[in-house]
């Protein structure tokens, strides 16, 4: 792949609402992307595999758990903290930002938030530093936008629990060390429970094929008569809500994640206009593509502020899951509609991988699936306003 | 070892360049500031170095404004342990080394580290101003830095090679490419540089030298004229009536 030429667009002088502290988390995220990941990014897209060497640099920059208080190893950072560093990493992969929100949001999360002391002394500096990579298990094959209707499900033998079932479609279950397993217990109430590598009975076989995510690993996890020791329940949450509260943060870093995206095809494009000539002219100088361009940014624009104001709501506590289905729905849209523009006005090149936009736009049909797919959030925002349930 | 770091903001490479006041100023609206290249991944970068291997302190010091920050805390991020601001616009590069000089005088430093030159102004000033103000050695353009005891053996940039001196401390020594290598600064790094000290002193009493009288702008780069390999009589004539090259 050749130079890595991106820079960032602030149509509204979005950078006054920011601290000194939050641009240079984002600058340093933009750096060490450019140096370390960019050079090699298309290569292991196309190889179908994950870069394992960048995750010391990752946890560096703050891509695991940047919110998790320092005490646990995390940064102590702040939400829109969080949102700056999922742009950068999508920016230059979606299957970059998955394996991070993955580690930040559904595995760091719950442990922090519904794991009693020892779990999180236990288990987040490990996952805050990479020395564990951690993952998600919710969907089920049979089960995908209705997780309540999961077979996943333990038994109390006394001194553990056994467990059974399988889970597919999970981020780097292929090499993972630990999975935030939600199964149902004997009553039928959803719990989580931390399986570890090694245990008897627990396997994660790779899923291949994937013409989407292609950088980011994706297997099942299976679960064959797993003793799973008392201790490695999450106590204090359980029900649908408690994995749900984990997609809430994941989705939130989506929706800043899929403005990175919109913002590589858009500075690609934009350069691409003025570089390409055709008929005498460069194409940026005919109407249909300003068109494109303009609406580009336009679209961009009101995504960044839209995402900044939930950023702040989500610093108050006060953010609502509907409030981030809202964006993370609108923002996959919007950068996913962005990708195709933007491959257009790049004519032939667009096709090839010198540009990253048929890569991002491949991705993105995974994230307009996984976290919630796009017609879900809808029935979210129609529940919401409606007061009316129109899933079942 | 007590080294010092000169840090000095530059414009971003992508940053339109605008004057105001009948050329007389440069416009900075809407332009974002950088640490200066050759201060950052060299001069900085192998001040830590140093420290990290012989134990010591890096101090850095920018002659600037509160706008000026943001960049001193990246360069706390990357490892200096502790920042001075003399508080001030840097007025012209006499201005800026007699400000450097005035408060280096009574640290003691026992290396004096800046860039080669600014990326905008290109100077190339500064540090050969800091050490005879302070009477110092200095050393320019150095592309290697070792330290036994007193002794600094430096390699420099020389016309078509390379030149290698000795001096002792305490000196000065600008820093050109492969000084060191770029260090991006990470997340323990930019929180600690929350609590260390960037301590602002007030300016001394310093009259420019220089007044700029006008800023212009390169010409705009014209049209590439493509010319068949086969047509080496045009290329010939092209450069030598229209280019006037040859
Ligand atoms: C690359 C990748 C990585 C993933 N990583 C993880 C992970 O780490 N952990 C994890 O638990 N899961 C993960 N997933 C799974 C993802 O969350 C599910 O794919 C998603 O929830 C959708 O489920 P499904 O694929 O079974 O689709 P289905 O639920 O079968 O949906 C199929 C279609 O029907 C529509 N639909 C479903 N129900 C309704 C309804 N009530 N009303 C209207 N339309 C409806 C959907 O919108 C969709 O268009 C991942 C998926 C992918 C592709």
């Given at each position: 792949m050749k130079t890595d030429l991106y820079q960032g667009h602030d149509y509204y002088l979005m950078?006054?609402?920011?601290s000194d502290e939050h641009k240079l988390i984002r600058d340093t995220a933009r750096a060490w992307i450019k140096k370390e990941v960019s050079p090699i990014i298309e290569d292991y897209y196309e190889r179908a595999e994950?870069?394992?060497?960048?995750v010391p640099g990752l946890a560096s920059i703050g891509g695991f758990g940047p919110y998790i208080p320092q005490e646990y190893g995390g940064a102590g950072l702040d939400q829109i903290s969080y949102g700056l560093i999922m742009q950068e990493l999508e920016r230059c992969d979606s299957g970059l930002r998955s394996t991070s929100s993955v580690q930040s949001s559904l595995v760091m999360y719950p442990i922090w938030k519904y794991g009693n002391e020892e779990q999180r002394k236990k288990y987040l500096p490990k996952l805050a530093s990479g020395e564990f990579i951690g993952s998600f298990g919710l969907t089920e094959p049979d089960h995908g936008s209705n997780p309540g209707g999961m077979v996943t499900n333990f038994k109390d033998m006394g001194d553990h629990y056994l467990l059974n079932g399988a889970k597919m479609w999970i981020s780097n279950a292929p090499f993972c060390d630990v999975a935030v397993v939600w199964a149902k217990n004997e009553e039928g109430r959803i719990w989580g429970l931390v399986v570890e590598r090694g245990m008897e009975g627990f396997t994660t076989p790779e899923t291949h094929g994937k013409l989407s995510l292609r950088a980011s690993a994706t297997g099942e996890l299976v679960f064959d008569n797993v003793k799973v020791p008392k201790e490695n329940l999450l106590p204090n949450k359980s029900g649908l809500g408690a994995p749900l509260g984990c997609l809430d943060s994941a989705r939130y870093g989506i929706a800043w994640g899929a403005i990175g995206v919109a913002l590589d095809c858009y500075d690609s494009a934009l350069r691409y206009a003025k570089e390409r000539t055709q008929f005498g002219k460069p194409i940026a100088a005919f109407q249909l593509q300003q068109k494109k361009l303009a609406e580009m940014i336009t679209e961009i624009t009101k995504a960044q502020l839209l995402t900044f104001r939930l950023g702040q709501l989500k610093n108050e506590g006060r953010a609502t899951s509907a409030q981030i289905s809202m964006a993370k729905r609108n923002n996959v849209d919007m950068a996913l509609k962005i990708a195709r523009e933007a491959r257009q006005i790049h004519g032939a090149m667009g096709i090839t991988n010198e540009y990253s936009i048929m890569r991002h736009m491949a991705n993105l049909e995974s994230v307009i699936t996984y976290e919630g797919t796009h017609d879900i959030h809808l029935l979210i925002t129609g529940f919401d306003i409606t007061g009316v349930n129109a899933f079942k | 070892m007590k080294i010092l770091v000169c840090i000095s903001k530059a414009p971003d490479t992508t940053a339109k360049i605008n004057f105001t006041d009948g050329n007389t100023k440069f416009d900075e609206a809407g332009v974002q500031y950088i640490v200066n290249p050759y201060d950052e991944w060299y001069a900085l970068v192998r001040g830590i170095e140093l420290k990290e291997a012989n134990g010591g302190t890096v101090t850095t010091v920018t002659v600037g404004t509160a706008a000026d920050d943001p960049i001193i805390r990246k360069a706390l991020a990357i490892g200096a342990d502790n920042a001075v601001r003399i508080d001030s616009e840097a007025k012209d590069a006499f201005f800026t080394a007699k400000q450097i000089a005035e408060y280096a005088k009574s640290e003691g430093f026992d290396l004096i580290l800046t860039g080669k030159e600014t990326i905008n102004y290109n100077g190339s000033q500064v540090g050969a101003m800091i050490a005879e103000l302070l009477d110092l050695p200095y050393v320019s353009l150095a592309t290697d830095l070792q330290i036994a005891g007193s002794t600094a053996t430096i390699k420099r940039e020389a016309k078509g090679g390379k030149e290698t001196v000795q001096v002792s401390t305490p000196l000065v020594l600008s820093a050109s490419k492969g000084l060191a290598e770029q260090r991006i600064p990470n997340m323990r790094g930019i929180m600690a540089a929350r609590t260390k000290p960037l301590n602002v002193v007030s300016p001394a009493d310093v009259t420019p030298l220089t007044e700029t009288v006008e800023y212009s702008l390169p010409p705009e780069k014209g049209g590439v004229k493509l010319i068949d390999p086969e047509n080496m009589d045009e290329l010939v004539s092209l450069l030598h009536n229209e280019a006037k090259v040859i």
């Open positions: 950078d006054e609402l920011l994950f870069p394992k060497q960048i | -």
